[in-house]
Every structure is written in C-alpha cells, then in structure tokens.
Nanobody
Framework: QVQLVESGGGLVQTGGSLRLSCAAS????????MGWYRQAPGKQRELVAS???????NYADSVKGRFTISGDNAKNQVYLQMSSLKPEDTAVYYC????????????????WGQGTQVTVSS
C-alpha cells in the first residue's frame, strides 16, 4: 500500500499564492508519474497538472501560466506552486501517484491522497 500526504492548503485572497506538497511513502517498485487533481462541490474531479518520472508535464488550460508543477524523484514528492489565485481555484486538491508496486507487475496502480482544501476569497 502507498500513502500520499498533501500539505500546504489554506485560505488566501485573490491574487495570492500557495505551494502544495505531496509525499509518497510505502513499499513500491517505482512511481511512473504524479499529479494534482481538484474537486469543487457539485463538480467532477479534474486534472490540474501532472508530471511523469521523465519530466513530461501537462496542465489544465485554466491554470496554464499560473501554476507550476515540479517533482523530486529521489524523495518521491511532487509540488504545485500556485500563483495569481482566483476564486474559481477553490477546491479540495488531491495528490495522485501512478505506482508500479513490484518489478513484475504489468501496468500501474493509482493512489490518492486525502486532499487539502484551497480556498481563494474574493
């Protein structure tokens, strides 16, 4: 089993910044990629940003130019630097990890953190 723990959420004003962190722990062979998703009340969970072990990055159109995702493979951690925050960014942000539990497993397993609340006031 893999555990993902997020931190860094909070309450900020429009235009402010926050930095989210996620650390993966447990027993596994490797992590293929990690990412951040968010879910607001009444809405579906959506991808915010993702990064692979090789460094390929993908952002949602709504956050391009404002958010930056980065990872530390040695520490099995991923970060999300959020700037120019808007009320529309308010949501619970979840860390995701795509994990190969052993060397002989075909494919990957998705794990999720418990989420951290980000609230942007107007």
């Amino acid at each position: 089993q893999v555990q993902l723990v997020e931190s860094g959420g909070g309450l900020v004003q429009t235009g402010g910044s926050l930095r989210l962190s996620c650390a993966a722990s447990g027993i596994f062979f490797s992590i293929n990629g990690m990412g951040w998703y968010r879910q607001a009340p009444g809405k579906q969970r959506e991808l915010v940003a993702s990064i692979t072990r090789r460094g390929s990055i993908n952002y949602a159109d709504s956050v391009k130019g404002r958010f930056t995702i980065s990872g530390d493979n040695a520490k099995n951690q991923v970060y999300l630097q959020m700037s120019s925050l808007k009320p529309e960014d308010t949501a619970v942000y979840y860390c995701n990890a795509q994990v190969a539990p052993t060397a002989i497993v075909v494919g990957f397993i998705d794990y999720w953190g418990q989420g951290t609340q980000v609230t942007v006031s107007s």
